[in-house]
């Protein structure tokens, strides 16, 4: 997989000028800028290099499809980039294994993918790897049912604890109730027994600030 650098006296105008010369949009690229001493007649210089995220998502679809081979499960890949974002979709006929006990096998091949690009490439890549939608639905169920817990707390306005979660369905859950006027979510706790308190908050806007 190919780097792109680009270096300048100045960090203005690095990154316009990787986007026009790669004919890419930003959400299509992964940057890494840093600064070089020059010599002693020479100032110091930026370089940009630059990745494709095209070029990455190659990659990471090879590793999992060599980590499938490797558990002798036939599986078709799809891949989906989106707003700087990678999603690679399986679709095989051993779901369940691929699965496993809520998730947690589908969520360690995540890890072990995302880890071994990063291995490949010295840059940290967002990617999501779902089983026939499998996670989409369950973050669907998840959505609708914090968002019905956060309507009673705004009415009884008595905080609630959920169960332990990890950090991508933390993140879901403060994302899904962000809207509501009199609701605010708190991580507590430490791994792997961490999880949201949704909480009700006459004046949300002041505690915001």
Do not use: W
């Amino acid at each position: 997989m190919e780097k792109y650098k680009f270096q300048a006296k100045s960090k203005e105008g690095l990154l316009d000028k990787a986007l026009e010369e790669l004919n890419e949009k930003e959400e299509n690229i992964l940057t890494n800028l840093y600064e070089e001493k020059g010599g002693l007649f020479s100032g110091k210089k930026y370089t940009l290099e630059v990745v494709k995220l095209s070029d990455v998502a190659d990659i990471g679809k090879d590793i999992l499809k060599e980590l499938l081979l490797s558990l002798n499960i036939k599986a078709n890949v799809e891949t989906k980039i989106r707003d700087g974002k990678i999603k690679y979709e399986i679709y095989s006929q051993n779901n369940s294994v691929l699965i496993g006990k809520k998730g947690h096998i589908l969520d360690s091949i995540q890890t072990y993918v995302r880890q071994a690009i990063f291995n490949a490439i010295d840059l940290y890549v967002n990617i999501t790897i779902d089983v026939e939608k499998y996670k989409e639905k369950q973050n669907y169920y998840l959505e609708k049912k914090v968002k019905k817990i956060a309507r009673d707390v705004t009415l009884s306005k008595v905080e609630v604890k959920l169960d332990p979660m990890n950090s991508y369905e933390r993140k879901l859950v403060h994302e899904a109730l962000q809207g509501f006027k009199y609701i605010t979510t708190e991580s507590e706790g430490e791994e792997p027994n961490r999880c949201v308190v949704i909480k009700y908050c006459e004046n949300k806007e002041e505690t915001e600030e």
